[in-house]
């Protein structure tokens, strides 16, 4: 099967666009024919433009990780995939920051004593609207799911190793407690 022009326009698009591109150019010929490959058989078989370019995303996002691993350029770890080239921090050269200077009028600082009470009392509030739903339903894990993501910093990935379910669970459970706070809130 031939491919049409327009498919090859938008198959070049997506690799040029996919993060791992950019310090891989040189392996450009080989993301494609790999995309090609992997996609050429259902091509015919999607007819929407959207569904078309979602699929094709995902293609060449394998398709780049495929080759990228092939060429030595990247390896598996336990936390996803990093670069062979990456240099390590002793072998790097000494960077002087002395010249860098930090601008602090962006950060918005309360400017009076009721700012700062009316900001813990939101914090508080929310805190214990969290507290309240996670006790209506404690076998969801709310509070422990909402500590270990916004406070100890953890991503959904790590949090479902933990508890020992699934990362999309944690994504639907983090989202149902933010819709219940906010339909609490308004």
Do not use: W
């Not at 990456?86 to 930090?102: G, W």
């Amino acid at each position: 099967m031939e491919l049409a022009q327009d498919k090859i326009d938008l198959i070049s698009k997506i690799i040029k666009n996919d993060r791992k591109y950019p310090n891989n150019e040189d392996l450009y010929d080989d993301f494609f024919n790999e995309t090609c490959k992997r996609s050429v058989a259902i091509l015919g078989a999607i007819d929407t433009e959207s569904t078309l370019e979602t699929y094709l995303r995902r293609v060449v996002t394998t398709s780049i990780i495929n080759v990228l691993k092939d060429s030595g350029r990247l390896r598996r770890t336990r936390s996803g995939y990093m670069s062979t080239n990456e240099v390590a921090l002793d072998d790097s050269p000494a960077v002087d920051y002395s010249d860098v200077v930090i601008n602090y009028s962006d950060i918005k600082i309360p400017e009076n004593p009721e700012e700062i009470v009316i900001q813990k009392e939101i914090l508080t509030f929310v805190a214990d609207t969290i507290k309240k739903i996670d006790e209506e339903d404690p076998d969801k894990n709310y509070l422990h799911i909402y500590t270990l993501r916004y406070d100890k910093g953890m991503t959904q990935k790590e949090i479902s190793e933990e508890i020992g379910i699934s990362q999309s669970e944690i994504s639907k459970r983090l989202y149902k407690l933010m819709e219940k706070v906010r339909d609490v809130i308004e």
